[in-house]
């Protein structure tokens, strides 16, 4: 049996939306990758937020587990966890060449598309979770 590889992800909550980006196949992605050999989830994912959109986070609490298949017959098993921002800034400092474009998506537009632009079913499902679990004040604001 082939094990797939693991990418850990972010679902990134503040003011009431969402961190989302658009990746090379026109799908919204949430922010995270592959670790590094040795690495943790969280810290892989503390470092793919940081090079994907410049922005610094604490990573919280596990949200999910799924298999996720990139392309047929080709999986990707996803971890996903909660992330806070580390600071107040709302704005990316930057987006990495592996992403097309960067959001902050409000809540109440989620959906399995956004602006005509998949978003995956198990990111979905993670950032309702993400959402339902208690938050500051500034993550609820809309």
Known sequence: MVVPPVSIKGVVLNQGRVL???NERDEWDLPGG???PGEDHRSTL???V???AGLEVEVGAFLDEH???VLPQRFVRIVAYACRLDSAAAMPV???HEHLDLRWVPLADLGETIDGYRLPAGYLG???QATAQPLSPSDREV
């Open 67 to 69: 298999l996720f298949e």
């Open 46 to 48: 503390a470092r793919e």
């Open 126 to 128: 993670a950032i309702r």
């Open 20 to 22: 989302l980006l658009l």
């Open 94 to 96: 930057a987006l990495s």
């Open 34 to 36: 592959r670790p590094d």
């Open 50 to 52: 940081r090079e994907e």
